[in-house]
């Protein structure tokens, strides 16, 4: 793989970033994740948006313009040769030369700029959005500002982990009896013509498919209702499943041992996903 550091475009094995990089030592960076399909990026603005935003609330300078950014996806993309795929940008508040929790001055401390591609063949028809997803529920522990989409990855991959070993496809989290958002999606329910999730504060991350789904949901005459709701209500909901940018619109069929609906993938969430793929290629 090519990927990019720094301003470089260089073989995987040759890419290097500090010791002393704020990313490794403070988790003091953010992210994003694009979907690639035919070839073609879907949503960057939306995703350049949303990172403008999380460097802009972290306090940290951003690496390079929205157009040199988009320059740098499609160049990664086309040296790797990407047809279906994610392509990650990952941003740090660089490498200081030494340990300390205070900020450092961007003047004299770049940030960090990584990028890399991940080809994944056969992504948009995904045999998992026949079957569905079977999920479980853990409590949210994360901090107070997921609307920063940052490297603070520790609990989403504890709560995938806990998943694998009930024997599950992924979690959803719980907080104040509410679901918040999945580990790395947001969550949804269906409860007849009508798509609940919940509505967009500092609890969960603006999810960009999200927004583009709901649109879609709106165009299309679904009723959008943006609410919380609880774990035995999507129990008992005709379907629920989730958005993301690696998983597009995925249809939930069980949640904690409790079978969705007919426990098989919902009309709308399909429907959905077959609309979004239709207007992203
Ligand atoms: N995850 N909520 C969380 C906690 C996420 O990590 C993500 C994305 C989403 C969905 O956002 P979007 O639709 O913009 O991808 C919601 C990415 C895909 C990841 O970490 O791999």
Do not use: C
């Not at 409860?191 to 498919?209: E, V, Y």
């Not at 619109?249 to 007919?262: N, S």
Request: proline residues 5%.
């Amino acid at each position: 793989r090519t990927v990019y550091v720094n301003g470089q475009y260089l073989p995987e094995e040759e890419a290097r970033v500090s010791i002393f990089d704020r990313g490794f030592l403070m988790a003091d960076g953010v992210y994003e994740v694009t979907s690639i399909l035919n070839g073609k990026l879907i949503d960057f603005a939306g995703h350049a948006a949303r990172l403008e935003r999380s460097l802009k609330e972290l306090e940290m300078a951003a690496p390079a313009t929205t157009e040199e950014l988009l320059e740098i996806h499609r160049e990664l993309v086309k040296r790797n040769d990407i047809d279906e795929g994610m392509i990650y940008l990952q941003i740090t508040r660089g490498n200081p030369g030494d340990r300390d929790f205070a900020f450092p001055d961007p003047e004299t401390t770049p940030p960090t700029l990584v990028m890399f591609t991940q080809s994944k063949p056969g992504l948009a028809a995904n045999p998992v959005a026949q079957k569905g997803l079977k999920i479980i529920s853990i409590p949210d522990i994360r901090w107070g500002r997921r609307d920063i989409k940052t490297v603070q990855l520790l609990y989403p991959s504890m709560g995938k982990m806990m998943a694998k070993k009930a024997g599950k496809d992924d979690a959803w989290m719980v907080e104040d009896g509410t679901v918040t958002e999945g580990t790395s999606n947001n969550a949804y329910i269906v409860s007849g013509n009508a798509i609940i999730t919940r509505a967009l504060s500092n609890d969960i991350l603006h999810g960009i498919t999200r927004a583009a789904v709901l649109r879609f949901a709106r165009e299309a005459q679904m009723e959008v209702i943006e609410r919380d709701f609880t774990i035995a209500e999507a129990q008992a909901a005709d379907e629920a499943f989730i958005t993301s940018a690696s998983a597009f619109v995925m249809p939930v069929v069980e949640i904690d041992g409790a079978p969705v609906g007919t426990g098989t993938p919902g009309r709308i969430a399909l429907r959905l996903r077959e609309i979004y793929l239709d207007e992203s290629l």
